[in-house]
Protein backbone atom coordinates (compact mmCIF):
# COMPACT_ATOMS: atom_id res chain seq x y z
CA UNK A 1 0.00 0.00 0.00
CA UNK A 2 1.28 3.09 -0.77
CA UNK A 3 0.74 6.66 0.81
CA UNK A 4 -0.58 9.82 -0.33
CA UNK A 5 2.72 12.66 -0.23
CA UNK A 6 1.71 16.20 0.85
CA UNK A 7 4.05 19.24 0.47
CA UNK A 8 4.06 22.73 0.36
CA UNK A 9 3.36 23.83 4.32
CA UNK A 10 5.03 26.51 6.66
CA UNK A 11 5.27 29.12 8.89
CA UNK A 12 3.51 32.17 7.96
CA UNK A 13 1.84 35.16 8.69
CA UNK A 14 -2.00 35.61 8.95
CA UNK A 15 -3.29 36.92 5.57
CA UNK A 16 -0.66 35.38 3.42
CA UNK A 17 -0.77 32.52 1.30
CA UNK A 18 0.10 28.62 0.52
CA UNK A 19 0.26 26.35 -1.92
CA UNK A 20 0.24 22.54 -1.20
CA UNK A 21 0.57 19.54 -3.36
CA UNK A 22 -0.67 15.91 -2.93
CA UNK A 23 0.03 13.08 -5.26
CA UNK A 24 -1.56 10.13 -4.97
CA UNK A 25 0.36 6.26 -4.69
CA UNK A 26 0.65 4.21 -7.17
CA UNK A 27 -2.00 1.90 -6.21
CA UNK A 28 -4.65 3.95 -6.51
CA UNK A 29 -5.74 4.89 -9.88
CA UNK A 30 -9.24 5.91 -12.08
CA UNK A 31 -9.56 8.64 -9.30
CA UNK A 32 -13.15 10.40 -9.44
CA UNK A 33 -13.39 12.46 -6.61
CA UNK A 34 -9.55 13.62 -4.55
CA UNK A 35 -10.09 15.82 -1.18
CA UNK A 36 -8.68 17.90 1.15
CA UNK A 37 -8.75 17.06 4.65
CA UNK A 38 -6.75 19.18 7.99
CA UNK A 39 -6.72 18.33 11.47
CA UNK A 40 -6.00 20.70 14.06
CA UNK A 41 -4.53 20.28 17.65
CA UNK A 42 -7.50 18.77 19.98
CA UNK A 43 -9.89 18.74 16.92
CA UNK A 44 -10.84 15.70 14.66
CA UNK A 45 -9.25 15.31 10.74
CA UNK A 46 -12.72 17.47 8.88
CA UNK A 47 -12.86 17.61 4.68
CA UNK A 48 -12.33 21.29 3.64
CA UNK A 49 -12.15 20.94 -0.34
CA UNK A 50 -12.89 18.00 -2.94
CA UNK A 51 -13.14 18.04 -6.45
CA UNK A 52 -15.05 16.24 -9.11
CA UNK A 53 -12.43 15.17 -12.05
CA UNK A 54 -11.30 18.47 -12.63
CA UNK A 55 -14.83 20.49 -12.63
CA UNK A 56 -16.70 20.38 -9.97
CA UNK A 57 -15.53 21.63 -6.65
CA UNK A 58 -16.90 21.83 -3.12
CA UNK A 59 -15.85 23.76 0.13
CA UNK A 60 -15.88 23.74 4.24
CA UNK A 61 -17.75 26.97 5.01
CA UNK A 62 -14.59 28.10 7.20
CA UNK A 63 -12.57 28.12 4.14
CA UNK A 64 -14.68 28.87 1.14
CA UNK A 65 -13.70 31.87 -0.82
CA UNK A 66 -9.93 31.61 0.68
CA UNK A 67 -8.98 27.95 -0.73
CA UNK A 68 -9.11 26.91 -4.21
CA UNK A 69 -8.50 23.21 -4.86
CA UNK A 70 -7.69 21.74 -8.39
CA UNK A 71 -6.09 18.93 -9.88
CA UNK A 72 -3.45 17.80 -12.70
CA UNK A 73 -5.62 14.14 -13.33
CA UNK A 74 -2.49 12.75 -15.29
CA UNK A 75 -0.19 13.35 -12.66
CA UNK A 76 -2.60 12.17 -10.29
CA UNK A 77 -2.03 15.35 -7.99
CA UNK A 78 -4.11 17.43 -6.49
CA UNK A 79 -3.45 21.25 -5.25
CA UNK A 80 -4.63 23.88 -2.89
CA UNK A 81 -4.07 27.46 -2.94
CA UNK A 82 -4.69 28.69 0.61
CA UNK A 83 -5.18 32.78 0.36
CA UNK A 84 -6.01 35.02 3.31
CA UNK A 85 -4.80 32.38 5.84
CA UNK A 86 -6.00 33.33 9.53
CA UNK A 87 -4.80 31.78 12.36
CA UNK A 88 -7.71 29.07 12.71
CA UNK A 89 -6.09 27.19 9.66
CA UNK A 90 -3.30 26.01 11.41
CA UNK A 91 -3.53 22.30 10.86
CA UNK A 92 -2.06 19.38 9.25
CA UNK A 93 -2.99 19.33 6.09
CA UNK A 94 -4.01 15.83 4.17
CA UNK A 95 -5.59 14.85 0.96
CA UNK A 96 -7.21 11.71 0.04
CA UNK A 97 -10.01 10.40 -2.16
CA UNK A 98 -13.65 9.98 -1.53
CA UNK A 99 -14.65 7.15 -0.88
CA UNK A 100 -11.56 7.55 1.78
CA UNK A 101 -8.48 5.24 1.19
CA UNK A 102 -8.00 4.83 5.18
CA UNK A 103 -4.59 2.45 4.24
CA UNK A 104 -3.06 5.46 2.30
CA UNK A 105 -3.33 8.37 4.71
CA UNK A 106 -0.21 10.29 4.59
CA UNK A 107 1.65 12.23 6.54
CA UNK A 108 0.66 15.60 6.05
CA UNK A 109 2.38 18.90 5.75
CA UNK A 110 2.28 21.04 8.68
CA UNK A 111 0.50 25.15 8.53
CA UNK A 112 1.20 26.90 10.95
CA UNK A 113 -0.28 30.58 10.52
CA UNK A 114 1.20 32.87 13.36
CA UNK A 115 2.55 37.01 13.45
Known amino acids: QGQFVESGGGLVQPGTSLRLSCVAP????????MAWFRQAPGKQREVIAS???????NYADSVKGRFTISRDVAKKTAYLQMDNLKPEDTAVYYC?????????WGQGTQVTVSA
Open 26 to 33: KNIDNIAV
Open 51 to 57: IIGTGDT
Open 96 to 104: NVLPLREDN
